[in-house]
């Protein structure tokens, strides 16, 4: 059982184009987090799915940054006009539950470092 | 290869005994060195952090962390937990020349009873 999938490892942007992170959750996981470390800083909160919705997303950016996990296919970060400030590393998890479903266990993907020119 | 490691999967405890969750780490630059908690039903959150300076850290609710570079680990305590301490701790570390890219630990489940 391959565990959480994210790709790419790193992508380069230049300011003004779109970054796209891709995360495919454990096999049998429905339930998505996307985490944000900028550097020198924690992990913050970004935005929990399930399958095709958006259950939580009070911690995302309120313009540029949107998220999906559709029915098929791994769950996508997407990032419209890019700024250095975006520069991170973003972190996926997924579980098999949501919250108080019980053993809602997260598994961390490696993560994918976004690099802002 | 890089890894971090939690020596226990599941601990359980009393309310106000002590706690001490190991991780040992096996990168071999300089480090930033995480503890995150995640209590039921929320996302995780960060509980304190080492940068450099003091290598005891202290941390949100009462926790507190070394940071033993000989010995590559970096353990969590608090000297008397609640009931409210049940939850999972990761511990996670980054390699400063590698920029802010995490790895994880698998995680302790802290079960503590009333």
């Known amino acids: 059982n391959a565990g959480v999938m994210q790709n790419p490892r790193h992508l380069v942007r230049r300011r003004g184009q779109e970054a796209r992170l891709r995360c495919s959750p454990m096999?049998?996981?429905?339930?998505v987090y996307w985490y944000r470390q900028l550097p020198e800083e924690g992990l913050k909160f970004m935005v929990y799915?399930?399958?095709?919705?958006?259950?939580?997303e009070s911690g995302m950016p309120k313009e540029r940054f949107s998220a999906e996990f559709p029915k098929e296919g791994p769950s996508i970060l997407r990032i419209q006009q890019v700024v250095r400030g975006d520069s991170a590393a973003y972190f996926c998890?997924?579980?098999?539950?949501?919250?108080?479903?019980?053993?809602?266990?997260?598994?961390f993907g490696s993560g994918t470092q976004l690099s802002v020119l | 290869a890089q890894s971090v490691s939690q020596h226990n999967h599941h601990v359980i405890l009393s309310e106000a005994a002590s706690l001490e969750l190991g991780c040992n780490y096996s990168?071999?630059?300089?480090?930033?060195l995480f503890w995150y908690v995640q209590y039921p039903g929320q996302h995780l959150q960060l509980l304190l952090k080492?940068?450099?300076?003091?290598?005891l850290v202290k941390g949100i609710k009462g926790f507190e962390a070394e940071f033993i570079k000989s010995k590559f680990s970096f353990n969590l305590r608090k000297p008397s937990v609640q009931w409210s301490d049940t939850a999972e701790y990761f511990c996670?570390?980054?390699?400063?020349?590698?920029?802010?890219?995490?790895?994880f630990g698998g995680g302790t489940r802290v079960l503590v009873k009333p």
């Open positions: 990168y071999g630059g300089t480090v930033n």
């Open positions: 996670a570390v980054n390699l400063k020349a590698a920029g802010n890219k995490l790895t």
């Open positions: 096999k049998g996981h429905s339930h």
């Open positions: 799915l399930q399958k095709e919705n958006i259950i939580d």
């Open positions: 080492y940068f450099s300076g003091d290598p």
């Open positions: 998890a997924s579980s098999p539950r949501g919250p108080g479903q019980g053993n809602e266990k997260l598994f």
